[in-house]
């Protein structure tokens, strides 16, 4: 094909696996309801300093990664897709820098291409292509600031070197105020031991302040505004978000040191198969700068998240782009040899997943059915299955012609998997798909009320009303609640039938309700009123009384 035509291809698959399925289902809870409703307040609010999560302070991480989800509901509307646009940006930005990237280590367009298609089809990046949350954002400029680390350290002209070194800077910037401090470390994580090995300090010193200067000046604005705003911001994010996540025994999402070296294995599908056969050309080049940087780039992060105490899953997508660089350079070395065996084996493997997973959804169905009165879900999922196996075996069959057949299997995980979710997961996880059949009724209610964070972001988006009281729960709120003049915001259980009589008075009340186990034995008793019911959710709306 032509360059026009490779590229209009690419185009196509990104609209129709990736971006279609954006506004298939709804918003799964704990994360896509946070950043949908904290994008929202941005644009209601028109607060653009201090981040707040329905009407409460929450400093847990900086701004611009609120920022971008909030442009996403400005441009394409307060909506699935303008939820989770950023993400899906920033997957694809990351894509064609790796596309790029490699063009520069090897020259050499197969060896690109094959790179950008690793990347792009790894479980954990593509699942995360449509999932609103702040990790494919972070990557990206994590991402940016390496490549554009590896090409200041390569560069050949004095103009190249300065221009690269601001990128890095702004990369970094940019980073630190997605996520923090991370960004600023994890370049210098990879910077000084590579400069160590090849003796390039020279322009560690002497360009390295200009990229200081660059990410000090995108950071100052925001950071010196936010402390004007909440002195206390920087006290508690430092202290809270990243000395006590990654040292304190109490640390969130608590993980052992191993929680990785499995997961990157998960991570890596439909491609883990190849991991062997990539790390062993790797290091038989360790002599080669190129791959040095890259394993430096690997390695080195993920030692560092994996020392940490507070690990979750997405932490590590930014080790995952030096993995398909080496990848690409492997298999691209095989398929010009016609050697098919490492190719041979993950088609092997694919096709294994798919035979086990057959099983256990049958022992499931069989045993306590997953799906009950389902036929069109349960249909789907058996699709995504038989065709992930089939493209297993096509690529054990034939290895070398067709190496890419396990896109296609993932591109259809990516695209059918959210719709062949059974009922009661989406009615557990996904509560906006039940609070939206409600909306206009919940419009004209006086006062909102949940017992779940997930419910109650999910009501304060669609309804755009960030004042909903929580009801026995404070979670990841307890900081913004604890400011005297929001104690109103929550309500403990002993207490809820005294404060549900005295609001009811001033209006009507709606109560949605999530249990956990389904049993709704931890729910509070409600008189009477219009009940409505789905799965684990409940919602009752009470009229106003004299």
């Given at each position: 094909?032509?360059?026009?035509?490779q590229?209009?291809?690419?185009?196509?698959?990104f609209?129709?696996?990736?971006?279609?399925p954006?506004?298939?289902?709804?918003?799964?809870?704990?994360?896509?309801?946070?950043?949908?409703?904290i994008?929202?307040?941005?644009?209601?609010?028109?607060?653009?300093?201090?981040?707040?999560?329905?009407?409460?302070?929450?400093?847990?991480?900086?701004?611009?990664?609120?920022?971008?989800?909030?442009a996403?509901?400005?441009?394409?509307?307060?909506?699935?897709?303008?939820?989770?646009?950023?993400?899906?940006l920033?997957?694809?930005?990351?894509t064609?820098?790796?596309?790029?990237?490699?063009?520069?280590?090897?020259?050499n367009?197969?060896t690109?291409?094959?790179?950008?298609a690793?990347?792009?089809?790894?479980g954990?990046?593509?699942?995360?292509?449509?999932?609103?949350?702040?990790?494919p954002?972070?990557?990206?400029?994590v991402?940016?600031?390496?490549?554009?680390?590896?090409?200041?350290?390569?560069?050949?002209?004095?103009?190249?070197?300065?221009?690269?070194?601001?990128?890095?800077?702004?990369?970094?910037?940019?980073g630190?105020?997605?996520?923090?401090?991370?960004?600023?470390?994890?370049?210098?994580?990879?910077?000084?031991?590579y400069?160590?090995?090849?003796?390039?300090?020279?322009p560690?010193?002497?360009?390295?302040?200009?990229?200081?200067l660059?990410?000090?000046?995108?950071?100052?604005?925001?950071?010196?505004?936010?402390?004007?705003?909440?002195?206390?911001?920087?006290?508690?994010?430092?202290?809270?978000?990243?000395?006590?996540?990654f040292?304190?025994?109490?640390?969130?999402?608590l993980?052992?040191?191993?929680?990785?070296l499995?997961?990157?294995?998960?991570?890596?599908?439909?491609?883990?198969?190849?991991?062997?056969?990539?790390?062993?050309?790797?290091?038989?080049?360790?002599?080669?700068?190129?791959m040095?940087?890259?394993?430096l780039?690997?390695?080195?992060?993920?030692?560092?998240?994996s020392?940490?105490r507070?690990?979750l899953?997405?932490?590590?997508?930014?080790?995952?782009?030096?993995?398909?660089?080496?990848?690409?350079?492997?298999?691209?070395?095989?398929?010009?040899?016609h050697?098919?065996?490492?190719l041979?084996?993950?088609?092997?493997?694919?096709?294994?997943?798919?035979?086990?997973?057959?099983?256990?959804?049958?022992?499931?169905?069989?045993?306590?059915p997953?799906?009950?009165?389902?036929?069109?879900?349960?249909?789907?999922?058996v699709i995504?299955i038989?065709?992930?196996?089939?493209?297993g075996?096509?690529?054990?069959?034939?290895?070398?012609?067709?190496?890419?057949?396990?896109?296609?299997?993932?591109?259809m995980?990516?695209?059918?998997?959210?719709?062949?979710?059974?009922?009661?997961?989406?009615?557990?996880?996904?509560?906006?798909?039940?609070?939206?059949?409600?909306?206009p009724?919940?419009?004209?209610?006086?006062?909102?009320?949940s017992?779940?964070?997930?419910?109650?972001?999910?009501?304060?988006?669609?309804?755009?009303?960030p004042?909903?009281?929580?009801?026995?729960?404070?979670?990841?709120?307890?900081?913004g609640?604890?400011?005297?003049?929001?104690?109103?915001?929550?309500?403990?259980?002993?207490?809820?039938?005294?404060?549900?009589?005295?609001?009811?008075?001033t209006?009507?009340?709606?109560?949605?309700l999530?249990?956990?186990?389904?049993?709704?034995?931890?729910?509070?008793?409600?008189?009477?009123g219009?009940?409505?019911?789905?799965?684990?959710?409940?919602?009752v709306?009470?009229?106003?009384?004299?």
């Open positions: 094909m032509s360059r026009v035509q590229w209009s291809l690419i185009v196509l698959i609209v129709l696996f990736y971006a279609l954006l506004s298939n289902h709804g918003l799964w809870i704990p994360d896509e309801t946070r950043y949908a409703q994008g929202q307040e941005i644009l209601l609010s028109g607060d653009w300093v201090s981040p707040h999560f329905m009407g409460l302070r929450y400093f847990e991480k900086p701004i611009a990664g609120y920022w971008m989800i909030a996403g509901q400005a441009l394409f509307g307060e909506n699935l897709v303008g939820v989770r646009i950023a993400s899906l920033a997957t694809a930005m990351s064609l820098l790796i596309f790029l990237l490699a063009q520069r280590i090897w020259h367009r197969r690109s291409w094959l790179a950008a690793f990347y792009a089809s790894f954990l990046i593509a699942g995360q292509a449509g999932y609103s949350n702040l990790d954002q972070f990557t990206w400029w991402n940016l600031s390496l490549a554009a680390l590896w090409c200041a350290l390569n560069a050949s002209t004095i103009q190249q070197r300065l221009g690269l070194w601001v990128v890095l800077g702004l990369a970094c910037g940019m630190f105020l997605t996520k923090g401090f991370l960004a600023l470390l994890l370049p210098m994580l990879i910077a000084v031991p400069a160590v090995c090849h003796k390039c300090f020279k560690l010193l002497k360009f390295g302040p200009l990229a200081v660059v990410a000090l000046l995108v950071c100052a604005p925001w950071a010196l505004s936010v402390h004007a705003r909440e002195a206390d911001y920087w006290s508690f994010f430092f202290w809270h978000e990243h000395i006590r996540r040292a304190a025994e109490d640390a969130q999402h993980r052992p040191w191993w929680f990785y499995p997961l990157m294995l998960a991570a890596t599908l439909p491609w883990a198969g190849l991991l062997p056969v990539s790390l062993k050309h790797a290091w038989r080049e360790r002599s080669s700068a190129d040095v940087f890259l394993g780039w690997l390695v080195l992060p993920f030692l560092f998240f020392l940490s507070g690990k899953p997405t932490y590590i997508m930014p080790c995952l782009m030096p993995l398909a660089l080496m990848m690409a350079h492997a298999i691209d070395r095989r398929l010009s040899e050697e098919g065996a490492a041979r084996f993950n088609g092997w493997i694919n096709l294994g997943i798919a035979v086990i997973a057959s099983g256990g959804l049958v022992f499931v169905q069989w045993k306590q997953v799906y009950v009165d389902e036929p069109l879900a349960l249909s789907l999922i995504v038989v065709v992930w196996g089939l493209c075996l096509v690529q054990a069959i034939m290895p070398i012609r067709l190496w890419y057949a396990p896109l296609l299997g993932l591109w995980l990516i695209a059918i998997l959210p719709a062949a979710m059974p009922a009661r997961v989406v009615n557990n996880k996904t509560p906006d798909t039940f609070i939206a059949t409600h909306l009724e919940l419009m004209n209610v006086t006062h909102l009320v017992n779940d964070l997930g419910a109650a972001s999910a009501l304060a988006w669609l309804t755009k009303r004042d909903v009281t929580l009801y026995g729960t404070r979670g990841e709120l307890k900081y609640l604890s400011y005297p003049e929001h104690s109103h915001r929550s309500v403990a259980p002993d207490a809820f039938q005294a404060w549900l009589h005295e609001t009811r008075k209006g009507s009340v709606a109560v949605v999530r249990s956990k186990d389904g049993s709704g034995r931890h729910l509070p008793q409600l008189p009477g219009r009940r409505y019911a789905s799965g684990h959710l409940s919602l709306i009470l009229e106003q009384t004299p």
